[in-house]
């Protein structure tokens, strides 16, 4: 569940499909789980995608578990976008990046701490994850967000590569310049003065 069960971008951001294996048999559920099963029997071990929300409880129960990562948070397109994170179009790839993201490292860290699940190669990728969503917002496109608020973000595509946490900085850094730009210029007109009662009167 969202931590903000209202916040309707923790809600779409648990849309985020993921590939997972059903750890028993499942009966008269298997078109309901996954559109491509056509028999209401599903056998152990069968192939689901399903969205973040429900593998969220499912996974809790023990039902399934993540066994692929999705490509948005692959080892190979996180070690591309290290590389260049400023320049990369994140919100193409996944609006909800970031907070996608970071439901996906507390999954991952859930699942290692059932019974018999632990495994290495997902707790790494956990890890590495969750360093990398931490240097991707503080870092080079942090900044890079910073100054298209600075230049008062003239050009929509700017706007138009960030993901959705992206642009609520952006829109909080925007209008703190303009609140400031506008409080300088007030701050330098001369005030109004009071007419005395005398001045009133002639």
Not at 68 to 78: G, M
Request: charge should be positive; proline fraction near 6%.
């Amino acid at each position: 569940m969202p931590s903000n069960y209202y916040d309707i971008d923790a809600i779409l951001a648990d849309e985020q499909l993921l590939t997972c294996r059903s750890q028993f048999d499942f009966d008269h559920l298997g078109p309901y789980l996954d559109s491509e099963i056509t028999s209401s029997h599903v056998p152990k071990n069968t192939k689901l995608v399903l969205p973040m929300w429900a593998v969220s409880r499912w996974l809790s129960l023990g039902y399934v578990q993540v066994t692929v990562l999705p490509p948005s948070y692959s080892p190979k397109f996180l070690s591309n976008l290290e590389a260049d994170p400023s320049h990369v179009n994140l919100r193409r790839k996944n609006p909800y990046f970031f907070l996608a993201g970071r439901r996906l490292v507390s999954l991952l860290r859930k699942q290692q701490q059932q019974p018999g699940r632990v495994n290495n190669r997902f707790q790494e990728a956990a890890n590495e994850l969750q360093n990398m969503l931490l240097k991707l917002y503080t870092g080079s496109r942090f900044r890079r967000v910073l100054d298209l608020a600075m230049a008062g973000g003239e050009d929509p595509e700017d706007e138009d590569n960030l993901t959705t946490l992206e642009r609520h900085l952006f829109r909080a850094g925007a209008s703190a310049v303009a609140a400031s730009t506008e409080y300088r210029y007030y701050s330098k007109q001369k005030p109004v003065k009071k007419l005395g009662k005398r001045q009133r009167l002639a």
